[in-house]
């Protein structure tokens, strides 16, 4: 997931300057994706460290350190689902938006 997300965010520069409009704006939706998949995957770090570091007691079940994982698993078929989506559109020549991304990028 990391790889892909980190993959999708270079893209879009390089698409950017082809000049394409409707592979620029693809790739821009799928580099707000993958920024989306990385501050999701930091955010849940972050959480699981604080948890356990300030609740030890908190790794003898599964919830609440669990959450996470579960959301991890949830992203995971979630990017499936839109990497699926954004790949039939952009072979149709359409343009994917993707509206559960974040916007990071704005278009020019």
């Not at 989306?36 to 972050?46: E, G, K, Y």
């Not at 839109?82 to 916007?103: E, Q």
């Amino acid at each position: 997931m990391l790889i892909a997300a980190i993959a999708m965010i270079c893209a879009y520069p390089s698409t950017r300057r082809k000049g394409v409009a409707v592979a620029t704006e693809n790739a821009r939706y799928a580099a707000n994706w993958g920024l989306t998949i990385l501050v999701f995957f930091v955010a849940s770090a972050a959480y699981m460290v604080g948890l356990f570091s300030l609740f030890p007691e908190a790794k003898n079940g599964f919830l609440p350190g669990g959450w996470p994982i579960v959301g991890f698993v949830l992203l995971c078929v979630l990017h499936l689902v839109v990497t699926i989506m954004g790949t039939l559109a952009a072979r149709r020549g359409d343009v994917f938006r993707n509206a559960l991304g974040i916007s990071f990028l704005r278009r020019r």
